[in-house]
């Protein structure tokens, strides 16, 4: 059987496939560029290692922390940053654990604080620290300044009744916390001003030196606290 042959209708011209066709209306895309990297952050990729090394010892007093955070670098953004010092922190062994816990320093309490509550404080971070032989540490940048002294007291009264193996991983990961927060102060740009009363945002210990610190930007520290050396080697 035959069939008969019928001539294809004509089709008008046709645009490379690559190529639309203009249409009324139309809009061109925004060209993408690549974001700005934040001078803060800049800084920090082109500061030399043992200056970036010093700072960050600021951040987690665990070498090993440091050196990792150090040797990552540059970094494109400062979440890759952040990620990074997260990754660092999952990673520390119960060695290293203690030797960043061991650097810690006593909680800092707003100025003007009534004694009572210095001496509350002061009795319950004695019965942490000889129950699990370092001192407590707690992050607290989502906590009003008003709320800290309450916070912390009932944290330390809280985790009091761990066991180590418990009070660990908690340790660990308030650790990390405040790492992240002093990391996220250490990059910041430089105008960018820290909030009065908040300067430490990650509480807990000594507030994160600048990589290129001005001699006043410095806060006294609260009484009974302890100088932080890790591994013997001086912080600032």
């Not at 540059?74 to 999952?90: M, N, T």
Request: hydrophobic content about 35%; proline content about 11%.
């Amino acid at each position: 059987m035959t069939f008969p042959y019928v001539t294809p209708a004509r089709r008008g011209p046709t645009l490379p496939a690559h190529r639309l066709p203009h249409l009324p209306g139309s809009t061109a895309l925004p060209a993408q560029h690549r974001s700005k990297i934040p001078a803060g952050l800049e800084r920090f990729n082109s500061t030399s290692a043992d200056d970036v090394r010093r700072a960050l010892l600021t951040c987690c007093r665990s070498l090993r922390w440091a050196d990792r955070v150090t040797e990552h670098r540059p970094y494109p953004d400062i979440e890759s940053l952040l990620a990074a010092g997260d990754e660092a922190a999952y990673d520390l062994t119960p060695a290293d654990l203690a030797e960043a816990l061991a650097g810690e320093s006593l909680t800092l309490l707003p100025d003007g604080t009534y004694s009572a509550a210095h001496t509350a404080l002061s009795a319950a971070h004695a019965a942490y620290e000889s129950r699990f032989g370092h001192v407590f540490v707690i992050c607290l940048d989502d906590v009003a300044p008003e709320e800290e002294l309450d916070q912390v007291l009932a944290a330390i009264r809280s985790r009091l009744a761990n066991d180590p193996e418990e009070e660990r991983p908690l340790a660990a990961e308030e650790l990390r916390r405040l790492a992240r927060g002093r990391l996220t102060r250490l990059v910041r740009d430089s105008h960018d001003q820290p909030t009065p009363g908040r300067a430490l945002g990650a509480r807990g210990t000594a507030r994160p030196a600048a990589i290129n610190p001005h001699p006043a930007d410095r806060r006294r520290p609260h009484p009974g606290s302890r100088p932080a050396e890790p591994g013997g080697r001086p912080v600032e």
